[in-house]
């Protein structure tokens, strides 16, 4: 992933991103910092308008979003998603979590951008937490998810005793 492939501003508690090209797990961990946060959000606005293609991982934390913005009765608003995107999302059964717009959204550029490159240990529990917000959302994703959970949860652990050596 390039610093300019997921772009994300944040003014007044709104959280404006702009993906571009194929949205994997580099791209959510990012993303699940602002799930995980515990401020008070206003607003999500994702802009999917250049996005290619995504991988559970993302389309988990995108899951995780959604539900930290029903806890806060706020709307994650996916712009410009096509018709491949929302086929993704409506087969992990969590489509019904977003709202679809479509149209232009300004992602300023003062302060977006992500460029850090992320942990192993903190890329390992992205990946456990996303698979469980998806069986979370939808139990069908259960049988689907179970090995990549346990692989995530296994490599977290093992990470975890390597940063305590």
Do not use: P
């Given at each position: 992933?390039?610093s300019?492939?997921?772009?994300?501003?944040h003014?007044d508690?709104t959280y404006?991103?702009?993906?571009t090209?194929r949205?994997d797990f580099?791209?959510?961990?990012p993303?699940r910092n602002i799930?995980k946060?515990?401020?008070s959000?206003?607003?999500?606005v994702?802009?999917?308008g250049?996005?290619?293609?995504?991988d559970?991982?993302?389309?988990?934390?995108?899951?995780m979003l959604a539900l930290?913005?029903r806890?806060?009765?706020?709307a994650?608003?996916?712009?410009?998603?096509g018709?491949?995107l929302?086929k993704?999302?409506?087969?992990?059964?969590?489509?019904?979590l977003?709202?679809?717009?479509?149209?232009s959204?300004?992602?300023?550029a003062e302060n977006?951008?992500?460029?850090e490159k992320?942990?192993?240990?903190?890329?390992?529990e992205?990946?456990?937490?996303?698979?469980k917000?998806?069986?979370?959302?939808d139990s069908a994703?259960s049988e689907k998810?179970?090995a990549v959970?346990?692989?995530?949860?296994?490599?977290?652990?093992r990470?975890?005793?390597?940063?305590?050596k």
């Open positions: 992933m390039q300019t492939d997921l772009l994300i501003s003014r508690n404006i991103v702009k993906v090209g949205a580099e791209y959510a961990v993303l799930a946060s515990s401020g959000i206003s607003g999500i994702i802009d999917l250049a996005c290619t293609a995504m559970s991982t993302f389309m988990g934390v995108l899951t930290k913005g806890r806060e009765q706020t994650v608003e996916l712009y410009n998603a018709s491949v929302q993704l999302l409506r087969d992990l059964g969590v489509i019904k977003f709202t679809f717009k479509e149209g959204v300004d992602v300023s977006a951008g992500v460029s992320s942990e192993l240990l903190t890329t390992a992205t990946v456990s937490e996303a698979h917000a998806l069986v979370g959302a994703n998810f179970r959970i346990d692989y995530a949860d296994a490599d977290v652990e990470l975890k005793k390597e940063q305590n």
